[in-house]
């Protein structure tokens, strides 16, 4: 439940951000460096900023960034890694290969050179992230289809008559489904740290782009001492909107995997 009130608060916050917020992402203000008050609950920051706009317009920055690479990127790992576990042969071989030459490098390291190489905005961010997000779930996905390739009902459909593109997508795929769903929930939080980390590094958001990771990084990290609220609050965002997408991820695979209801880990 606390998992499911944090993410239902975050995307209400992202979707109603511009009527939320008091004050603009990048209006100013002349008390630079004030702190908390009835004026500006987390304080401003060194330009005269309001935090808790810049914190709220950010969430529909950060949302809308992560679940559209989570959502691309899962994707295509699904397609990738059931073509590759129902398939097998030489296009298993051939994907699996790929992947341990992407899996080779760091992934962060990755990341960072693409977006180095392409340059700030969104949809490098993006294009980064999503290129992130497929290689590890595509053996995920493949596990789980390997396992599902060899039950009665796929023996069922062949000695029917069926097809192997049609057993492959209408009878394996559905069977995944739910753990496609617990694979989303799981990697949105991933993907929402290591978009805040380019952002961090500047390789992310560029600014004024409100951003959690960017408004902990450059010039503001040179008054954190005298202006904690310059990090506390952004750095809460992220650790709050993390661990309730972990927490709801957690509690969506006990739902959909019966084997687990009931059992302590």
Same mark, same amino acid.
């Given at each position: 439940m606390f998992g499911l009130v944090g993410v239902v608060v975050l995307v209400v916050t992202a979707a109603f951000a511009p009527w939320i917020a008091p004050h603009g992402a990048s209006s100013q203000d002349f008390a630079l460096l004030d702190g908390p008050s009835w004026a500006h609950?987390?304080?401003?920051? /060194?330009? $005269?900023?309001?935090? !808790?706009? %810049?914190?709220?317009?950010? /969430?529909?920055?950060?949302?809308?960034?992560?679940?559209?690479?989570?959502?691309?990127g899962v994707a295509l790992a699904t397609v990738m890694g059931t073509v590759s576990g129902y398939v097998g042969g030489r296009a298993d071989t051939v994907i699996q290969r790929i992947a341990d030459m992407w899996l080779a490098f760091p992934g962060l390291i990755l990341l960072i050179i693409i977006?180095? =190489?392409?340059?700030p905005s969104p949809r490098t !961010?993006?294009?980064?992230l999503v290129i992130g997000a497929i290689p590890?779930?595509?053996r995920v996905i493949r596990a789980a289809v390997l396992s599902e390739?060899?039950?009665?009902? =796929?023996?069922?459909?062949? =000695?029917?008559?069926?097809?192997?593109? %049609?057993?492959?997508? %209408?009878?394996?795929?559905?069977?995944? =489904?739910a753990l496609t769903i617990v694979i989303i929930s799981i990697?949105?939080?991933?993907?929402?740290?290591?978009?805040?980390? !380019?952002?961090?590094? $500047?390789?992310?958001?560029?600014?004024?782009?409100? /951003?959690w990771g960017g408004d902990l990084?450059? *010039?503001?990290?040179?008054?954190?001492? *005298?202006?904690?609220?310059?990090?506390?609050?952004?750095?809460?965002?992220?650790?709050?909107?993390?661990?309730s997408f972990n927490l709801l991820g957690d509690a969506m695979r006990d739902i959909l995997d019966p084997r687990l209801r009931g059992s302590t880990r």
């Open positions: 609950p987390f304080g401003t920051d /060194s330009l $005269g900023r309001d935090i !808790l706009s %810049r914190v709220i317009h950010a /969430s529909r920055v950060e949302l809308s960034v992560s679940l559209t690479s989570v959502f691309i977006s180095a =190489v392409l340059g !961010l993006i294009i980064a590890g779930n595509q390739k060899n039950n009665v009902y =796929v023996e069922a459909a062949r =000695v029917i008559g069926c097809s192997e593109p %049609r057993i492959m997508f %209408r009878h394996v795929f559905p069977q995944i =489904v990697a949105i939080p991933y993907i929402a740290l290591l978009g805040a980390a !380019l952002s961090f590094l $500047g390789l992310g958001l560029p600014p004024p782009t409100p /951003s990084s450059g *010039d503001a990290r040179e008054y954190f001492q *005298d202006a904690p609220w310059m990090a506390i609050f952004p750095g809460a965002a992220i650790s709050l909107t993390v661990l």
